[in-house]
């Protein structure tokens, strides 16, 4: 027995050399044990500092032997152990992998540990962490960790700064954690926490930055926030909390950020807050928070940011506000305020944006207004205020945007406007303006956009036009404006959009202005008809005709800019990658699910779900009761003891699609919670665990539209009433996204794939796993997402989202819905030379017999109007869905007046639908 150790060992180093592989770690083992130092505290930190693998290329250079005190970020204390491992980004690109290589049991003198490693750590934070005790520093941000917080981090007493952001953790914030009464930073934003915010948090007396922003963090603010008396930074923003701000707040006298951004806040903005007498940046932008605007807000004269925006805030602005004098950004656009603009505004010398847009606000627009000439942006769009625009307004000389639009403003265009040289955007559409458009204002040789629409303006157009050489979008429309059109506007280089319709102006159109490519001139007197044009418009001249119909369809944008047969090669060759992997089926990942445990959520619902009933309704995800496998996830179908069926989407887990996966998870799981309409799939909970992701939607028993279509027997089932309403359905719930969300969802992947049926075989708009926020404030470019044959083709070059691409895929779908089949090479045909022989009837799905009824064809015919006007190949041209779904509500044009069998294609591409008006 007693030689058994020696003998083992011996085996050890013989396997080794006998397979050649001898790594770092076993020669140290190896070496440690020959010299008898095996037991030195300081040899095992040695010793598990190389088995990170971390430091291999001091390894290389043939520097093991030196000091690890020396090495890139370590540090020690006088006796040689570390008590320090802090590596910055890009300093050592060695760290990758699992945090666990590093042992922390190794390393009992430990106080800082910081690798801010670039997305390059992975796995979970080991529990083993909490015996190291010393631990003051422990910072792990933009990392690839996974994984809870494990509770036992609890032992830290020591910690004061903990920064875990920007990671993939996820579960609930452990209460234990409150028992880090030292902590003065804690950063856990950008993860996937769920659960609530512990009310142990009232124990952080030390605290002065926190930042949960950016998680699924839900239930109330505990109201023991207002104990954390040293707090100076508090980020919630982007979760899902509910309820009021704790009256408490008004105890966190050194605040100087309060951010709370996008959560369901609906309780009414405390008195207290104008007890936070340092605050600088307030932000509650994006929830529903009711009542008025307390008139302490006034007391926070150190403002400089405030943020009110998109709540449902009643009431006037107090004039308090008057006292802000330093704020510089001022948001409380898309609320219910109303009264008028107070004329203490004028007193905030700072501001540089005052936006108001979309209020009930009243009265005139304060002349006070023009004192503030650090203003770069003015937005007061959308109120109900009266009088005329105050000619001082032209002093403040350093605007960029002014917003008048949608008012009930009277009176001139001041001349003085001619000032705002630095002007990009100027709208003052949708008011009562008269007097002729002032030449002065040809002036603002930056402005792109000019918006004087639906005015009572006369006169001219100015022959100066032709000096904004950026304008790009010019509207007219609805005014009383007459004389020639100025040949200079057609030779403005960057001009796209151009709509006079409904003036009376009169003479010949300049060739120039003909090739503008998105061009109305209805409702004028000129001398010829501009015919219905497609890629190779024929030449005014070519036909002459009657007066009123000077229409030009604008489909000819993108031929000129991209060859149409370039761009379907550039989406086919991104799309390729996302089609193949929704090919893929894994049946291996089935059945490994083990437990989930508590890390169980569950939103909007009654709450009787629980984890282990998802396991034995699904047999532990066996396969059989796997109905589709999608994207980033197979489908399941589940019966609950209830006898209620749902489907469940497990999510693919795949190694190298996780956190790709991950991220769609958040997305889908974020969105389907703050939604609601009843043509959307209802999400009923989901579970987020390092072992499994899956989501719990409402059943749609008839599947996807996709597959009903393919299917001979189903698709017979699918009568014209029910397909009619499939499309009317699509259009209210996209409607809904675009128009009634705050801010606005695109879906992005529109697809007869992604619209599920149930039993009444009734549209659900599903999947949102590449649905996109629209934010005012963040760039909409993106990688391009969606599926192939039904991404809008502006996609291919701009790559930037808009509720336009979502349109045109609405327009594939309504048409794959008459059609019975994909539209396929309609769609390319669509852009280039249409047969004009074909038939809306040939269209029709033909296992259906044709419709006898008179209002089935009818809405027939305007479904497919509506298809056409969606895939016209410029966005701008594309109806919004809120006009499409309200026309789908209210149809009351007349009807065509030829037999139905008659109908071409041409014919309703060509009606004048959403062109005008
Ligand atoms: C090895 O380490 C010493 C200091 O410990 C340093 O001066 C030397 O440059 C290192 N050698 C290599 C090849 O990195
Ligand atoms: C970490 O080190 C301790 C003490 O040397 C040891 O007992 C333990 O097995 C190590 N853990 C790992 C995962 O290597
Ligand atoms: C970390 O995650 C990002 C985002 O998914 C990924 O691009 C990156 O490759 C990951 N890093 C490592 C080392 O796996
Ligand atoms: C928290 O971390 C995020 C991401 O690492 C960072 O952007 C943010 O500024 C940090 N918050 C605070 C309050 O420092
Ligand atoms: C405009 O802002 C600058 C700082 O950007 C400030 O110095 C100046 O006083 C402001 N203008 C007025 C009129 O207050
Ligand atoms: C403007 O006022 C009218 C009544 O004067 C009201 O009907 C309308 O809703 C108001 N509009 C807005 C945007 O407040
Ligand atoms: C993004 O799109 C939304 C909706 O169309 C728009 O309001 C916003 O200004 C856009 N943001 C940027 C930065 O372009």
């Given at each position: 027995?007693?030689?058994?150790?020696?003998?083992?060992?011996?085996?050890?180093?013989?396997?080794?050399?006998?397979?050649?592989?001898?790594?770092?770690?076993?020669?140290?083992?190896?070496?440690?044990?020959?010299?008898?130092?095996?037991?030195?505290?300081?040899?095992?930190?040695?010793?598990?500092?190389?088995?990170?693998?971390?430091?291999?290329?001091?390894?290389?250079?043939?520097?093991?032997?030196?000091?690890?005190?020396?090495?890139?970020?370590?540090?020690?204390?006088?006796?040689?152990?570390?008590?320090?491992?802090?590596?910055?980004?890009?300093?050592?690109?060695?760290?990758?992998?699992?945090?666990?290589?590093?042992?922390?049991?190794?390393?009992?003198?430990?106080?800082?540990?910081?690798?801010?490693?670039?997305?390059?750590?992975?796995?979970?934070?080991?529990?083993?962490?909490?015996?190291?005790?010393?631990?003051?520093?422990?910072?792990?941000?933009?990392?690839?960790?996974?994984?809870?917080?494990?509770?036992?981090?609890?032992?830290?007493?020591?910690?004061?700064?903990?920064?875990?952001?920007?990671?993939?953790?996820?579960?609930?914030?452990?209460?234990?954690?409150?028992?880090?009464?030292?902590?003065?930073?804690?950063?856990?934003?950008?993860?996937?926490?769920?659960?609530?915010?512990?009310?142990?948090?009232?124990?952080?007396?030390?605290?002065?930055?926190?930042?949960?922003?950016?998680?699924?963090?839900?239930?109330?603010?505990?109201?023991?926030?207002?104990?954390?008396?040293?707090?100076?930074?508090?980020?919630?923003?982007?979760?899902?909390?509910?309820?009021?701000?704790?009256?408490?707040?008004?105890?966190?006298?050194?605040?100087?950020?309060?951010?709370?951004?996008?959560?369901?806040?609906?309780?009414?903005?405390?008195?207290?807050?104008?007890?936070?007498?340092?605050?600088?940046?307030?932000?509650?932008?994006?929830?529903?928070?009711?009542?008025?605007?307390?008139?302490?807000?006034?007391?926070?004269?150190?403002?400089?940011?405030?943020?009110?925006?998109?709540?449902?805030?009643?009431?006037p602005i107090p004039s308090s506000v008057g006292h802000l004098?330093?704020l510089?950004?001022f948001?409380m656009?898309?609320?219910?305020i109303n009264g008028s603009i107070p004329l203490e505004i004028g007193n905030l010398n700072?501001l540089?944006?005052l936006d108001l847009f979309?209020n009930?606000l009243e009265g005139p627009i304060p002349s006070t207004i023009a004192s503030l000439v650090?203003l770069?942006?003015l937005s007061l769009?959308?109120n109900n205020l009266t009088g005329s625009i105050p000619s001082m307004l032209g002093r403040l000389?350093?605007l960029?945007?002014l917003g008048l639009?949608?008012n009930k403003l009277v009176g001139?265009?001041p001349?003085s406007?001619?000032?705002?040289?630095?002007?990009?955007?100027?709208?003052?559409?949708?008011?009562?303006?008269?007097?002729?458009?002032?030449?002065?204002?040809?002036?603002?040789?930056?402005?792109?956009?000019?918006?004087?629409?639906?005015?009572?303006?006369?006169?001219?157009?100015?022959?100066?036009?032709?000096?904004?050489?950026?304008?790009?979008?010019?509207?007219?429309?609805?005014?009383?404006?007459?004389?020639?059109?100025?040949?200079?506007?057609?030779?403005?280089?960057?001009?796209?959009?151009?709509?006079?319709?409904?003036?009376?102006?009169?003479?010949?159109?300049?060739?120039?202005?003909?090739?503008?490519?998105?061009?109305?001139?209805?409702?004028?007197?000129?001398?010829?008809?501009?015919?219905?044009?497609?890629?190779?418009?024929?030449?005014?001249?070519?036909?002459?005709?009657?007066?009123?119909?000077?229409?030009?369809?604008?489909?000819?944008?993108?031929?000129?800019?991209?060859?149409?047969?370039?761009?379907?090669?550039?989406?086919?060759?991104?799309?390729?990658?996302?089609?193949?992997?929704?090919?893929?089926?894994?049946?291996?990942?089935?059945?490994?699910?083990?437990?989930?445990?508590?890390?169980?959520?569950?939103?909007?619902?009654?709450?009787?779900?629980?984890?282990?009933?998802?396991?034995?309704?699904?047999?532990?995800?066996?396969?059989?009761?796997?109905?589709?496998?999608?994207?980033?996830?197979?489908?399941?179908?589940?019966?609950?003891?209830?006898?209620?069926?749902?489907?469940?989407?497990?999510?693919?887990?795949?190694?190298?699609?996780?956190?790709?996966?991950?991220?769609?998870?958040?997305?889908?799981?974020?969105?389907?919670?703050?939604?609601?309409?009843?043509?959307?799939?209802?999400?009923?909970?989901?579970?987020?665990?390092?072992?499994?992701?899956?989501?719990?939607?409402?059943?749609?028993?008839?599947?996807?539209?996709?597959?009903?279509?393919?299917?001979?027997?189903?698709?017979?089932?699918?009568?014209?009433?029910?397909?009619?309403?499939?499309?009317?359905?699509?259009?209210?719930?996209?409607?809904?996204?675009?128009?009634?969300?705050?801010?606005?969802?695109?879906?992005?992947?529109?697809?007869?794939?992604?619209?599920?049926?149930?039993?009444?075989?009734?549209?659900?708009?599903?999947?949102?796993?590449?649905?996109?926020?629209?934010?005012?404030?963040?760039?909409?470019?993106?990688?391009?997402?969606?599926?192939?044959?039904?991404?809008?083709?502006?996609?291919?070059?701009?790559?930037?989202?808009?509720?336009?691409?979502?349109?045109?895929?609405?327009?594939?779908?309504?048409?794959?819905?008459?059609?019975?089949?994909?539209?396929?090479?309609?769609?390319?045909?669509?852009?280039?030379?249409?047969?004009?022989?074909?038939?809306?009837?040939?269209?029709?799905?033909?296992?259906?017999?044709?419709?006898?009824?008179?209002?089935?064809?009818?809405?027939?015919?305007?479904?497919?109007?509506?298809?056409?006007?969606?895939?016209?190949?410029?966005?701008?041209?594309?109806?919004?869905?809120?006009?499409?779904?309200?026309?789908?509500?209210?149809?009351?044009?007349?009807?065509?007046?030829?037999?139905?069998?008659?109908?071409?294609?041409?014919?309703?591409?060509?009606?004048?639908?959403?062109?005008?008006?």
């Amino acid at each position: 027995m007693a030689s058994a150790p020696s003998v083992s060992r011996l085996v050890v180093i013989i396997i080794l050399i006998n397979v050649g592989a001898i790594s770092d770690t076993t020669i140290i083992v190896a070496a440690s044990a020959a010299t008898g130092l095996l037991s030195s505290p300081i040899q095992l930190e040695r010793k598990a500092l190389l088995a990170t693998g971390w430091w291999v290329n001091i390894w290389a250079t043939g520097n093991h032997t030196s000091d690890p005190c020396k090495w890139t970020g370590i540090s020690c204390n006088s006796a040689g152990s570390v008590i320090g491992v802090n590596l910055l980004r890009y300093e050592n690109d060695n760290i990758k992998g699992e945090l666990g290589r590093f042992n922390f049991s190794c390393f009992p003198n430990l106080k800082s540990f910081k690798i801010h490693s670039n997305y390059l750590l992975s796995g979970s934070i080991p529990s083993e962490i909490a015996a190291v005790s010393m631990l003051q520093t422990l910072e792990l941000p933009s990392n690839n960790l996974t994984g809870i917080i494990p509770s036992a981090m609890g032992r830290l007493r020591n910690l004061v700064h903990l920064d875990l952001s920007d990671n993939y953790i996820w579960g609930y914030i452990p209460p234990t954690l409150g028992r880090l009464s030292k902590l003065e930073n804690l950063n856990l934003s950008s993860n996937g926490l769920d659960g609530i915010i512990p009310s142990e948090m009232g124990r952080w007396r030390n605290l002065v930055h926190l930042d949960l922003s950016d998680n699924f963090l839900w239930g109330y603010i505990p109201p023991t926030l207002g104990r954390l008396s040293k707090l100076e930074n508090l980020h919630l923003s982007s979760n899902s909390l509910v309820g009021n701000i704790p009256s408490t707040i008004g105890h966190l006298t050194q605040l100087t950020t309060f951010a709370i951004a996008s959560n369901h806040i609906n309780v009414s903005i405390p008195l207290e807050i104008g007890n936070l007498n340092f605050l600088q940046v307030l932000d509650l932008s994006r929830n529903e928070i009711g009542g008025s605007i307390p008139s302490t807000l006034g007391h926070l004269k150190r403002l400089r940011s405030l943020d009110l925006s998109y709540n449902k805030l009643v009431g006037p602005i107090p004039s308090s506000v008057g006292h802000l004098t330093q704020l510089t950004t001022f948001y409380m656009h898309s609320n219910l305020i109303n009264g008028s603009i107070p004329l203490e505004i004028g007193n905030l010398n700072f501001l540089q944006v005052l936006d108001l847009f979309d209020n009930k606000l009243e009265g005139p627009i304060p002349s006070t207004i023009a004192s503030l000439v650090n203003l770069t942006s003015l937005s007061l769009d959308y109120n109900n205020l009266t009088g005329s625009i105050p000619s001082m307004l032209g002093r403040l000389n350093r605007l960029t945007d002014l917003g008048l639009s949608e008012n009930k403003l009277v009176g001139p265009i001041p001349s003085s406007l001619g000032h705002l040289t630095q002007l990009t955007t100027l709208s003052m559409d949708n008011n009562k303006l008269d007097g002729p458009i002032p030449q002065e204002l040809m002036n603002c040789s930056k402005l792109g956009e000019l918006r004087l629409g639906n005015n009572l303006l006369s006169g001219s157009i100015p022959s100066e036009i032709g000096k904004l050489k950026e304008l790009y979008y010019l509207d007219l429309n609805h005014n009383f404006i007459n004389g020639k059109i100025p040949p200079q506007l057609g030779e403005i280089p960057r001009i796209v959009t151009v709509d006079l319709s409904m003036n009376n102006l009169s003479g010949s159109i300049p060739e120039s202005v003909i090739n503008v490519p998105d061009l109305d001139l209805s409702g004028n007197n000129f001398e010829v008809e501009i015919p219905n044009t497609s890629a190779n418009a024929p030449s005014p001249q070519q036909s002459e005709g009657n007066k009123d119909k000077h229409k030009k369809t604008t489909t000819r944008l993108v031929a000129i800019i991209l060859p149409m047969a370039a761009f379907l090669t550039l989406i086919f060759g991104i799309m390729f990658v996302r089609r193949r992997r929704d090919k893929k089926v894994e049946p291996a990942e089935t059945g490994e699910i083990t437990k989930c445990a508590d890390e169980f959520a569950i939103w909007n619902y009654d709450g009787r779900i629980t984890f282990q009933d998802m396991i034995e309704a699904t047999e532990d995800f066996h396969i059989k009761y796997c109905i589709g496998t999608g994207g980033y996830g197979s489908v399941y179908r589940a019966r609950l003891p209830s006898g209620k069926v749902v489907a469940l989407k497990k999510l693919h887990r795949s190694e190298t699609e996780e956190l790709a996966s991950l991220e769609s998870f958040r997305n889908e799981a974020r969105l389907l919670s703050q939604i609601r309409h009843r043509n959307i799939v209802k999400l009923y909970g989901f579970c987020l665990h390092e072992k499994c992701m899956f989501l719990i939607y409402e059943y749609m028993e008839m599947g996807s539209l996709f597959c009903v279509l393919r299917t001979d027997e189903e698709a017979v089932g699918l009568d014209w009433a029910k397909r009619v309403n499939i499309v009317k359905g699509m259009a209210h719930a996209l409607s809904y996204l675009h128009h009634d969300c705050t801010p606005p969802i695109v879906h992005r992947d529109i697809s007869s794939n992604n619209i599920l049926l149930n039993l009444e075989l009734e549209a659900f708009v599903a999947d949102f796993g590449v649905a996109r926020l629209l934010n005012f404030d963040s760039s909409n470019r993106t990688l391009l997402a969606g599926t192939y044959g039904y991404i809008a083709p502006e996609l291919a070059y701009t790559m930037i989202v808009t509720e336009k691409s979502d349109v045109y895929s609405f327009g594939v779908v309504a048409l794959e819905v008459l059609m019975g089949k994909h539209p396929g090479e309609l769609l390319s045909s669509l852009s280039s030379s249409l047969d004009k022989n074909i038939k809306l009837i040939d269209l029709l799905d033909p296992r259906l017999s044709p419709p006898v009824d008179q209002k089935i064809w009818q809405d027939i015919i305007l479904v497919s109007t509506v298809a056409f006007s969606c895939l016209r190949s410029q966005p701008k041209s594309r109806p919004t869905m809120q006009l499409v779904s309200n026309e789908f509500i209210a149809r009351n044009k007349t009807p065509m007046q030829k037999p139905f069998q008659e109908i071409s294609i041409l014919e309703l591409r060509n009606q004048e639908m959403y062109l005008v008006d």
